[in-house]
């Protein structure tokens, strides 16, 4: 049994600029996933920025606070890019990455289910055979 590359395929589109995950009826969350690039650069100059309070030995609670805090700003600004369906008192609220981090910062369960959402590669890819279908129409529509 080997390794079968031409079943599915990433969509680096949706890995960046996100896809739906449904949370009901009313309600849904614009999610790009977790290895794209402007996150990752934003995890990774939080770290370097806060490098010797994170490598603590003697405070770890203020280490704690600083990277969770990190942690949601990257998820409100890089991983959560947009919703529909989400209200305050029954009014609609606007999206924006602050927002974004007042709401995950409050509801942590909503918080957790958008990371592993965002953590599946199943969520960011097509059929390949999709894919082939589009490329043939595109190339013979040339013809």
Do not use: C
């Not at 977790?34 to 994170?54: D, G, P, V």
């Not at 959402?117 to 082939?132: A, M, P």
């Amino acid at each position: 049994m080997g390794f079968d590359t031409s079943v599915k395929t990433r969509d680096r589109d949706l890995e960046k600029n996100g896809t739906w995950l449904v949370y009901d009826d009313d309600t849904r969350f614009l999610v790009a996933r977790k290895t794209n690039s402007a996150y990752k650069a934003f995890i990774s100059k939080a770290y370097r920025e806060n490098e010797r309070l994170l490598t603590t030995k003697t405070n770890f609670k203020q280490a704690d606070e600083k990277a969770d805090n990190f942690m949601l700003e990257g998820v409100a600004r890089h991983i959560l890019l947009g919703w529909e369906g989400v209200t305050n008192k029954g009014l609609p609220v606007a999206y924006s990455p602050e927002k974004a981090m007042e709401v995950l910062e409050e509801h942590d369960d909503l918080r957790a289910m958008i990371e592993e959402f965002s953590e599946s590669r199943e969520n960011f890819i097509v059929e390949q055979d999709i894919k082939d279908a589009e490329n043939l129409g595109e190339s013979s529509a040339g013809q």
